[in-house]
Nanobody
């Protein structure tokens, strides 16, 4: 199982970035993919998640209203479109995957619930 993130970089406040997560080695269906971020000295924070089963998506914390998660099932790629970026969005962004089903969707916001992780891509928002 391999998850590879891409698309990070340096952007000015108010700018946009689109992160991608290429998944390989997973079965074709039945996973939830999550995006997390971790700033220096802080805990890993759940941003958004999407189900490969039906495309259901969830957002937490500051992602609401600014970030959009999507997937390309044919390519096994999950995207995170980030608009209106702020300096406080600066962090290492991770993609993760879990095969676990939860009755409470909010469980997908927690890093401990994911089995597979990418190496992360750095996002820096600065003028």
């Amino acid at each position: 199982v391999r998850l590879v993130e891409a698309g990070g970089g340096l952007v000015q406040p108010g700018g946009s970035l689109r992160l991608s997560c290429q998944a390989s080695g997973l079965t074709a269906d039945g996973y939830v993919y999550g995006w997390f971020r971790q700033a220096p000295g802080k805990e890993r924070e759940g941003i958004s998640a999407i189900s490969s089963r039906d495309g259901s998506s969830w957002y937490w914390n500051s992602a609401k209203g600014r970030f959009t998660i999507s997937r390309d099932s044919a390519k096994n790629v999950v995207y995170l479109q980030m608009n209106g970026l702020k300096p406080e969005d600066t962090a290492l962004y991770y993609c993760a995957a879990t095969h676990t089903l939860f009755l409470d969707d909010n469980n997908y916001a927690y890093a401990r619930e994911y089995e597979y992780w990418g190496q992360g891509t750095q996002v820096t928002v600065s003028s």
